[in-house]
């Protein structure tokens, strides 16, 4: 990904960048789910020490040991800075897009020449096959 950020004398592809920016998304996503998870399960009263079903405590939820809060506080403050920096991250690959499409450095022919080598190729296995059965 950092290659397509800072290279800039190579032609850049679309299908290259769209690729990256898929992939940086769903990598944005499955940190929010982990950023959610950690987060809920702080409020949840599974925890360590915590009354089982058939017992109640005089509040109805015990609170997390201090070691443990504090070892959560730290997990869902390093997993709020990995979102961020993967923000700035997908930030900056859109920006870079966005400047290859408007400065002409986006190599999209090179994209469609592969996809009409595909369906050149699919078009004679389509015809063969006629030809063959018919």
């Known amino acids: 990904m950092s290659n397509l950020l800072t290279n800039q004398q ?26 959610i998870t950690l987060a809920s399960s702080g409020s949840s009263s599974s925890q360590p020490g915590s009354p089982s079903e058939g017992q109640s405590s005089s509040q109805g939820h015990v609170p997390p040991s201090l070691p443990s809060a504090a070892v959560q506080t730290y997990r869902i403050t390093a997993e709020t800075q990995a979102l961020i920096t993967s923000i700035e991250s997908l930030t900056a690959l859109t920006r870079r897009m966005k400047e290859a499409w408007v400065f002409g450095e986006l190599e999209t022919i090179g ?5 009409e ?17 018919g």
């Open 117 to 133: 080598e595909r369906t050149e190729k699919t078009v004679r296995e389509v015809v063969e096959g006629f030809l063959r059965s």
């Open 111 to 115: 994209a469609s020449k592969d996809g």
């Open 10 to 35: 190579a032609p850049l592809s679309s299908a290259a960048l769209n690729e990256t920016l898929h992939q940086q998304v769903e990598h944005l996503v499955r940190q929010f789910n982990t950023l």
